[in-house]
């Protein structure tokens, strides 16, 4: 019974793309196609069979229409649901993100970490604006093992998930060795590799001039041209370093520190004790 159902539907589908079809070819004209008249002289057989086998139970040309469009609805929102998880799992492989790295994972009763995490938040939610209004920027700073990554990993894997953004979370040596060290060797692919830092949707860099006073003045304005470069196609960064914000600007000069100025960055610092999990009993 449910397959002369299903059948049912899929003779209507075809009918009704006829029915359409002599619409286009002879518009204004009523239908009257013999193909189209034995399709419905059959299918009606059909409907009065099914309603002899279910006691009389009416199944007009409508009510099968309609439960075939639903029937075809709901297997579209499924196909795009499949669709959504589907591109969700890609941008998180693209941006190479540690699993660990979720808000759930964070101590959330940690007085220290209660303003980051709101903040955090905020500028999740405002995004959309970002993109609209010259991008958003957080600076994270602080001591070493105090959570900056796992906090930018949280904003950028909520991003992904909710919103499906495109996201790389790259350390600022990483991205030195690949353009200014050859680890691309091919110019093309350091060229795309420079316009996706340039275009993806957040671009978070981590331990911006780490252990370093000064960067070198080539390494500088490259940083500088990059957050520019982003401002002007309003992409939203996030900047990590274990600099506080006058020693950052000594650390990168004036030209990247300005272009850091200019996207208005909120600050959040992470004090305290390191918050890595306990890895092993060396004591050097």
């Known amino acids: 019974m449910a397959h002369d159902k299903d059948q049912m539907a899929q003779d209507l589908a075809d009918i009704e793309a006829r029915r359409q079809q002599i619409n286009r070819d002879k518009p204004g004209r009523a239908p009257s196609d013999p193909e189209l008249r034995q399709h419905v002289g059959t299918l009606l057989e059909r409907i009065q069979r099914l309603q002899a086998q279910t006691g009389g139970q009416q199944y007009d040309y409508e009510t099968l229409r309609k439960e075939y469009e639903a029937k075809a609805n709901a297997e579209v929102r499924e196909l795009q649901k499949q669709a959504q998880q589907s591109r969700i799992q ?57 959570g900056k990554s796992t906090l930018a990993g949280a904003v950028a894997h909520e991003l992904i998930e909710r919103h499906q953004k495109s996201v790389i979370f790259q350390q600022w040596a990483s991205i030195v060795d690949r353009l200014f060290f050859n680890v691309i060797e091919d110019q093309e692919e350091r060229n795309q590799y420079r316009r996706a830092l340039e275009e993806v949707d957040l671009l978070i860099i981590d331990e911006v001039a780490a252990n370093r006073a000064k960067l070198a003045e080539s390494q500088s304005s490259f940083l500088g041209h990059l957050l520019r470069r982003r401002r002007n196609l309003s992409k939203s960064v996030i900047l990590i370093t274990n600099h506080a914000p006058d020693s950052l600007h000594r650390a990168i000069g004036d030209f990247s520190f300005e272009a850091i100025k200019a996207f208005n960055p909120v600050d959040i610092h992470l004090a305290g004790p390191s918050r890595r999990p306990h890895i092993g009993s060396y004591t050097g």
Do not use: V
């Not at 970490?113 to 600076?139: D, N, P, V």
């Open 90 to 146: 890609r941008l998180i492989a693209q941006a190479d993100l540690n699993p660990e790295w979720i808000f759930e994972r964070m101590d959330h009763q940690d007085p220290a970490l209660q303003y980051a995490i709101e903040t955090a938040r905020y500028f999740i939610s405002g995004f959309e604006h970002w993109e609209k209004s010259g991008g958003g920027c957080m600076l994270i700073y602080g001591d070493y093992g105090t």
